[in-house]
C-alpha cells in the first residue's frame, strides 16, 4: 500500500463520522497532500488557506505565551473547519455541517493525526 493509499483510508474512516463533509492532509506549508473534498470545491485553496491560518494561530498563542494550539475551529452559519497538527511535518483538516457534533469528530481526529505522524514520519 503507498503513502497516498494509507493516508486516503485515514481521511476515509474521518469522513464516516456523522457529519464530516470531507478532509484533507497537507504539509505544513500548505500543499495538498490528500484529500476527500470535491474536485468543485477547490482542496488546493482549502488546504493553503487552513494551513495559514494554523500558522497565524500558533504565532499569536507562542508570542501570547500560551504555547501552541492543539488544533483551531472556525464556526460558520454554513459549517466548520477544524485543523490539528500531525507531526512536524503535517495538518489534518476538516470540513463538517454546521451542526455537527465535536466530541467525537475531535477524538478521532486525534487519532487520526497521530496515524498521519507515524506514516509521514
Known amino acids: 500500500m503507498t503513502t497516498v493509499e494509507m493516508l486516503e483510508k485515514i481521511l ?9 463533509e470531507a478532509s484533507a492532509v ?3 506549508d500548505g500543499l495538498l497532500i490528500c484529500s476527500t473534498i470535491p474536485k468543485k470545491q477547490h482542496a488546493e485553496t ?11 494561530a500558533e504565532t499569536a498563542t507562542t508570542e501570547l505565551g500560551k504555547g501552541i494550539p492543539d488544533r483551531i475551529i472556525v464556526e460558520s ?3 466548520k473547519i477544524i485543523g490539528t497538527g500531525a507531526g512536524q511535518k503535517a495538518l489534518l483538516l476538516v470540513m463538517t455541517h454546521p451542526n455537527a457534533g ?6 478521532e ?12 514520519g
Open 12 to 20: 476515509n474512516g474521518i469522513n464516516n463520522i456523522g457529519g464530516v
Open 26 to 28: 497537507a504539509s505544513r
Open 46 to 56: 482549502f488546504v493553503a488557506m487552513s494551513a495559514t491560518m494554523m500558522g497565524a
Open 77 to 79: 452559519p454554513n459549517g
Open 102 to 107: 465535536l466530541g467525537l469528530v475531535l477524538i
Open 109 to 120: 481526529m486525534a487519532k487520526a493525526a497521530e496515524q498521519i505522524k507515524q506514516i509521514l
